[in-house]
C-alpha cells in the first residue's frame, strides 16, 4: 500500500502563489508517476498536472499552463506543485495520486490510471 499527504493549501488572494506538497510513505515507489488532480463543489474532480517517476515528462491542463509547475524530489518521496498567478477558479480541494499510467497526455491526465490517492487539501483563491 502506499500512503499519500497532501500538505501547503490555504487560503490567498487572487495573483498570489501557493506550493502543495504530496509526501508518500508504503510501498516503494519505483516508476510510479504521479498526478495533481482538482476538485470544486459541484463539479468532477479534473486533472491539473503530471509527472513521470523520472520527472522527465511533465504535463499540464490548459487552464494552469504556465502558472502552474510540477516537480518531484524522489529521494524524499515527495512531489510538488508550485502554483503561482492564482485566480479564483482554481478554488478547489487538490488531490495527488500515485499510478503507472502509460506515458501519454491522455493517460497521465486520466483519474482512472492512478490507484493510490491522498485525502486532498483545500486551496480557497479570493478574488
Known amino acids: 500500500q502506499v500512503q499519500l499527504v497532501e500538505s501547503g493549501g490555504g487560503l490567498v488572494q487572487a495573483g498570489g502563489s501557493l506550493r502543495l506538497s504530496c509526501a508518500a510513505s508504503?510501498?516503494?515507489?519505483?516508476?510510479?508517476?504521479t498526478g495533481w488532480f482538482r476538485q470544486a463543489p459541484g463539479k468532477e474532480r479534473e486533472f491539473v498536472a503530471s509527472?513521470?517517476?523520472?520527472?522527465?515528462?511533465?504535463y499540464y491542463a490548459d487552464s494552469v499552463k504556465g502558472r502552474f509547475t510540477i516537480s518531484r524530489d524522489n529521494a524524499k518521496n515527495s512531489v510538488y506543485l508550485q502554483m503561482n498567478s492564482l485566480k479564483p477558479e482554481d478554488t478547489a480541494v487538490y488531490y495527488c495520486?500515485?499510478?503507472?499510467?502509460?506515458?501519454?497526455?491522455?493517460?497521465?491526465?486520466?483519474?482512472?490510471?492512478?490507484?493510490?490517492w491522498g485525502q486532498g487539501t483545500q486551496v480557497t483563491v479570493s478574488s
Open positions: 509527472i513521470t517517476w523520472s520527472g522527465y515528462s511533465t
Open positions: 495520486a500515485y499510478g503507472t499510467p502509460i506515458n501519454t497526455p491522455q493517460t497521465m491526465g486520466s483519474t482512472s490510471m492512478y490507484d493510490y
Open positions: 508504503g510501498r516503494t515507489f519505483s516508476s510510479f508517476a
